[in-house]
Structures are given as structure tokens and as C-alpha cells.
């Protein structure tokens, strides 16, 4: 199974939207709403900030939003904060029990 | 508290073995599902298997297949990996992680550990 591709970086300034896109294929973001996403600070473990492609767990806060499209999901966060500044990844199932995640993408707050 | 602990990490050379060890409190470990998943150096998050509640259901990565065996202990409420024939490659932190949130569920992780480093390296 091959990663998920993940834009390298991005980056915007407090109070802005940005968006993180997750590539995959057919057969496994195309083909099940089993995107999550996590956010790591450097040195922590992740945290699940999306389930099934748009759900956020309690506590999450409702800056965070998920979508899919296709092959395609996507992360939005709007009103940056400083906080936000992390590493995001996303995740899929890929059927066949595997579970595949995306190389990354770091985020920076400007 | 809900919280998982790994330990067991190390320096190991090329070809040697290591038993990582995850253990688990604060929820009923039984219910649920138990992956191992690992970072190495400055990289990405790579799964690497899972367990099922009962330990009858058990899948792994390519990269690790038929050199690591994960186990579990419902009794002990306790996780293990046994890694065998280490690389250079498979030097990575390795956190054990679940879904807590709903049964049967491998492919969500909603707690982490803070996971243990293996270093493989002569």
C-alpha cells in the first residue's frame, strides 16, 4: 500500500483558512468514508482531530473541518491561531484491514 | 486516568530482537482493538498492526510481515510487539494507539501512547 500524498507545507496567518488536501486512490479513500486526520506537535503523539471523513471527537474545537471529494480529502482549519501550528496527517482505510496514512504536512502559522 | 504506556524501546544491532511492551489503563482494555503504529526519525506515521479485542484477529504491515508478532494480554491489560530480525529501517518511536471511542474499530486512533524509541544500528 502506498502512502497518502500530502502537500509538504503549508502555511497562513492567524485568523485565516487553510486547507490540507489527502490524496489517495480508489481503493482506499475513494472507496471508504474512513478518513481520519491527526495533529502532532513536535515531540507529542498525535492527537484525532477528524473521524469518518468530517466527524470531530468532543473537544475538538469546530475550527476543524473534514471533506472528501473523489480520491480526494481535505482538512480545513479556519481562524488560524498560533496554536494550530503542527504536523497534520491523514488516514484511510484501505480495505483488507490496512490501514494507510499520508507523509505529512506541516503547517505554519505565520 | 485513560492512558496507554509503552516501554521496552532501545538500542538493538541489525538483526538482533526487541520486545516492546504497551500498557493499558483507565478503560476496559478487553473491548477494544490495539494497533502499533511507528515514526521514524523526522518522517511520517506508518501503521504497522493490529490486534483484535479477543487476539483472534491479527494484521500486519508488508514492511514488518513474518519478522514482528504482536501479541495482547487482556489479563495483564497489556500490548506487546515482538520484532525480530531488526533493520536500520525499522528504527523509528514506536506508539501503540486504539480507538476507544466505539468497538471493533482498527482504523481511527483516538489514544496514543507517547511512545518508545527503537533504534537499530551497530
Known amino acids: 500500500q502506498s502512502a497518502l500524498t500530502q502537500p509538504a507545507s503549508v502555511s497562513g496567518s492567524p485568523g485565516q483558512s487553510i486547507t490540507i488536501s489527502c490524496t489517495g486512490t480508489?481503493?482506499?479513500?475513494?472507496?471508504?468514508?474512513?478518513v481520519s486526520w491527526y495533529q502532532q506537535h513536535p515531540g507529542k503523539a498525535p492527537k484525532l482531530m477528524i473521524y469518518?471523513?468530517?466527524k470531530r471527537p468532543s473537544g475538538v474545537s469546530n475550527r476543524f473541518s473534514g471533506s472528501k471529494s473523489g480520491n480526494t480529502a481535505s482538512l480545513t482549519i479556519s481562524g488560524l491561531q498560533a496554536e494550530d501550528e503542527a504536523d497534520y496527517y491523514c488516514?484511510?482505510?484501505?480495505?483488507?484491514?490496512?490501514?494507510?496514512f499520508g507523509g505529512g504536512t506541516k503547517l505554519t502559522v505565520l | 486516568q485513560v492512558q496507554l504506556v509503552e516501554s521496552g524501546g532501545g538500542l538493538v544491532k541489525p538483526g538482533g530482537s526487541l520486545r516492546l511492551s504497551c500498557a493499558a489503563s483507565g478503560f476496559t482494555f478487553s473491548d477494544y482493538y490495539m494497533s502499533w503504529i511507528r515514526q521514524a526519525p523526522g518522517k511520517g506515521l506508518e501503521w504497522v498492526s493490529y490486534i483484535s479485542s479477543s487476539g483472534s484477529t491479527i494484521y500486519y504491515a508488508d514492511s514488518v510481515k513474518g519478522r514482528f508478532t504482536i501479541s495482547r494480554d487482556n489479563a495483564k491489560n497489556s500490548l506487546y510487539l515482538q520484532m525480530n530480525s531488526l533493520r536500520a529501517e525499522d528504527t523509528a518511536v514506536y506508539y501503540c494507539?486504539?480507538?476507544?471511542?466505539?468497538?471493533?474499530?482498527?482504523?481511527?486512533?483516538?489514544?496514543w501512547g507517547r511512545g518508545t524509541l527503537v533504534t537499530v544500528s551497530s
Open positions: 488516514c484511510s482505510y484501505a480495505g483488507s484491514s490496512w490501514v494507510v
Open positions: 480508489s481503493s482506499d479513500v475513494g472507496s471508504y468514508n474512513l
Open positions: 494507539a486504539s480507538y476507544i471511542g466505539g468497538p471493533d474499530v482498527h482504523w481511527y486512533f483516538d489514544l
Open positions: 469518518e471523513v468530517s
